[in-house]
Nanobody
Framework: VQLQASGGGLVQAGGSLRLACAASASGPTFSPHGMGWFRQAPGKEREFVAAISWSSGRPYYPDSREGRFTISRDKVKNTVYLQMNSLKPEDTAVYYC???????????????????WGQGTLVTVSS
């Protein structure tokens, strides 16, 4: 499985970005159990941002969610999106998408439960 994240860039505080994560697999069908977005700022640990059930589309967010980020997925395009609104300078980080196979507890937002990772896309929010 290969994950390709895109959509990062430089944006002013209060702006919006939509990240995309396109997935491809060597087999005939890409069917993870869940997919998620994490982020990592310099000097900080990787942080859970959002996850989504691939089959149902049910989203999962951390308890600290402020409602500014929305995860979605397009099963036809094998793509997961992260819509980010009202961005703040503290949202500056490398954003990673990840996919989890069946049997993992990906919905807990723990990065060790994910099996495949994209290369990351940098989001920089200026004040």
């Amino acid at each position: 499985v290969q994950l390709q994240a895109s959509g990062g860039g430089l944006v002013q505080a209060g702006g919006s970005l939509r990240l995309a994560c396109a997935a491809s697999a060597s087999g005939p069908t890409f069917s993870p159990h869940g997919m998620g977005w994490f982020r990592q700022a310099p000097g900080k640990e990787r942080e859970f941002v959002a996850a989504i059930s691939w089959s149902s589309g049910r989203p999962y967010y951390p308890d600290s969610r402020e409602g500014r980020f929305t995860i979605s997925r397009d099963k036809v395009k094998n793509t997961v999106y992260l819509q980010m609104n009202s961005l703040k300078p503290e949202d500056t980080a490398v954003y990673y998408c990840a996919a989890a196979r069946r049997g993992s507890r990906w919905y807990l937002g723990v990065h060790q439960e994910y099996h495949y990772w994209g290369q990351g896309t940098l989001v920089t929010v200026s004040s």
